[in-house]
């Protein structure tokens, strides 16, 4: 397959190839990890766990992201209850 890459002129050399299909599957892994975070979202929305967004809920996020960073803490490490 990388041969025929290579001769039909799409790419000047095997690395060329292989770089690309190396650069296809990075985009596809974060693809899947992103569909899996939204369909986490939309199982939550199906739960009825949703919140609307006012001026008071961004400004409890904001400072949420605040404390959460100075404390050195990754997002990942925030309670998602």
Do not use: C, F, H, P
């Not at 986490?40 to 809920?57: P, S």
């Not at 904001?62 to 990754?74: F, M, P, V, W």
């Amino acid at each position: 397959m990388v041969r025929k890459k290579v001769k039909s002129g799409m790419y000047n050399n095997a690395s060329d190839v292989v770089r690309e299909a190396l650069r296809i599957m990075e985009r596809e892994e974060v693809l899947g990890r992103l569909r899996a975070e939204v369909q986490i979202g939309l199982d939550q929305l199906d739960r009825g766990k949703w919140e609307e967004y006012t001026d008071y809920t961004m400004e409890k996020l904001r400072r949420g992201a605040e404390d959460t960073s100075r404390l050195g803490k990754s997002i990942r490490d925030v309670d998602k209850s």
